[in-house]
DNA sequence: GTGAAAGCGCTAACAC
DNA sequence: GTGTTAGCGCTTTCAC
């Protein structure tokens, strides 16, 4: 447990100031250069690296982001996860991570916390609970004490901040006229996320999809619910009477539940039952037969929330407007869609 | 972007000194009743936080973890981080991510970078090229500064620290003779991890059982590679052959590789094959036929690890022994395997 | 070319 | 019961 190495040491060491060694050591033409080699060679010999809390506090600011990730187990928010720290570590940030497992209250008493001096700013997916009862505050009085927020995914019109999505309701669109194209007419939409912003835009698309297309909406072919055993049995239930021929999942529980379920029951896919999900790609071409989707490009959400909070964090002046980067979504047909 | 509260401006604003603020705070004796509610009160008011990177300074400790994962999109690893984050935060700890990907370059700059003042103590599992190039200086210097480290899942004897591991060993032993319970004789080894210690772990496992049964070593049987499509064929000539009964595979790929082509290839799971794998478990479920696994219990190795590092940070005497914490596996009997 | 001193926000030993 | 002061490690202005 030796002493870490610090300015006041080493100026003690080599009988000089310790200003002149923190001169030096940042290169500062005031200081000769003999004076320079030598301070330079004793401070790597002793491996000296400067305190980063002095120098935060020093300068008032941390060089750190705080992620406020809903669910890490979820890979979608993995991958962002993965976006955000590669380009924050590029441009010299670090990254605090917290998870909020989906709780206002956790969510709240998280960013409080870390909004004392250890982060910069904010990159978060808003938590379910804290979107179903639309308690926002949090975030704008946090905005108001001068730490900026960048929303990805799973936003509010509510709190006006930078934000970073996907065209949802497009997304959704492409993929029901998809399934409409290789010629589907019974199109069962699948969702435990309706309560989620994400999960409404993407019914707007299948509504919209549908109704282009002059097919009725038909209220049996739309299955909502919550990632248990009777939502299983809801799915189960809808396949047995035989009279869908396309699935369109918006999230990857629902995806993948529909498929395993589906198979179960002696459908072939994609003979008898086309499937497109909102999923991770990795996995969905590890089931058999892999599965169409929606990609989302996650890591580049992720990306480009890291670079919109740095960008604000290191503009000059303050108060640049607010923007909100949309991401195309790319249709990946695999095995679980006719080809056209 | 109003200024964060200080004790300073509370100070001045109530015309009391700094000291008697921070006493007041944290309720000291020394101040009246009366002064500390006026003082709270107004605390309150001007939503005064204390900052951290002060605090840090002065107590020389930040209270935040740092964790080194080989890569977050392995579900395993995400597994294991959201045990550490869960238990950090109970304990008052931060956690600052990093993601080594697999490289020891990257390991090193990242570690040293946060070895600043940055972080109390670190969280790691080896990134796959520190692993195999055997360069584990950085880890042991890093130990001398006075950073301690856990280590999990890969780990190494040459550094002496605390270590949560799985009995990777024992585990294969028991999926092997597993397997062999239910009929197998001709059981195929895949492994994409022959480069890292868990992976000659299993290896061995799988060994031992073979010997323990009298079923010599059939090195065709046994396929290593890594993730790509060499490695896909390789399987795929392996299976043609129809001499394979049974299929231990020590990592997801491989598991979710060999169960994919064998469908495709017409084999019917688990009459003609059994598969068991080394794989997460929610969408381990979500394959037809879901997969049967060794779980790891990555949350629990989380939890572990970050209770051995807290534990040490928090301990009154210096050097406490190194402990090595072993977690149990199991063995998850789903559909790709026969009952016995 | 080098050093002294102030200050970032906080705590705590020590005065008064 | 309240205030003064020093100090955590660093940078930076100003003096010499």
Same mark, same amino acid.
């Given at each position: 447990m030796k002493a870490k190495a610090t300015l006041k040491q080493i100026a003690k060491e080599l009988g000089v100031s310790v200003s002149t060694v923190s001169k030096a050591l940042s290169d500062s033409?005031?200081?000769s250069q003999a004076t320079k080699d030598k301070i330079k060679e004793f401070a790597a010999l002793k491996n000296y690296k400067p305190n980063l809390m002095a120098k935060n506090l020093k300068y008032q600011k941390t060089n750190t982001i705080g992620v406020i990730i809903?669910?890490?187990?979820n890979s979608f928010f993995a991958k962002v996860f993965s976006g955000i720290e590669e380009t924050a570590r590029k441009r010299g940030y670090n990254i605090v991570t917290a998870i909020s497992n989906e709780s206002l209250e956790r969510e709240k008493q998280l960013m409080e916390m870390l909004n004392?001096?250890?982060? @910069?700013g904010f990159i978060l997916s808003i938590a379910e609970e804290t979107q179903m009862t639309k308690n926002f505050q949090h975030y704008n009085s946090i905005i108001k004490s001068g730490t900026p927020i960048v929303m990805f995914d799973?936003?509010?019109?509510?709190v006006k901040s930078d934000k970073v999505i996907v065209d949802d309701l497009d997304s959704a669109f492409d993929a029901t006229q998809h399934l409409i194209n290789i010629g589907c007419k019974k199109i069962a939409l699948l969702s435990t996320?309706?309560?989620?912003s994400v999960g409404k835009l993407r019914f707007e698309g299948y509504k919209k999809a549908l109704e282009l297309n002059k097919i009725d909406l038909d209220i049996n072919l739309i299955l909502m619910g919550d990632e248990d055993e009777i939502y299983d049995q809801k799915i189960e239930v809808l396949l047995a009477t035989?009279?869908?021929d396309g699935v369109f999942a918006v999230d990857e529980h629902s995806a993948t539940r529909a498929m395993k379920l589906a198979l179960q029951n002696?459908? @072939?896919?994609?003979?008898d039952l086309n499937v497109i999900g909102f999923a991770d790609g990795a996995w969905s071409r590890r089931l058999t037969p892999s599965l169409s989707t929606v990609s989302q490009h996650a890591p580049e959400i992720g990306e480009k929330s890291a670079n919109l909070l740095i960008d604000r964090l290191t503009?000059?002046?303050?108060?640049i407007e607010y923007k909100t980067i949309v991401i195309k979504t790319e249709l990946r047909q695999r095995d679980s869609t006719r080809k056209l």
């Open positions: 033409q005031e200081i809903p669910n890490i187990l004392n001096g250890a982060v @910069d799973r936003i509010t019109d509510l996320i309706d309560n989620l035989k009279k869908v002696g459908y @072939d896919i994609p003979k503009a000059k002046e303050e108060a």
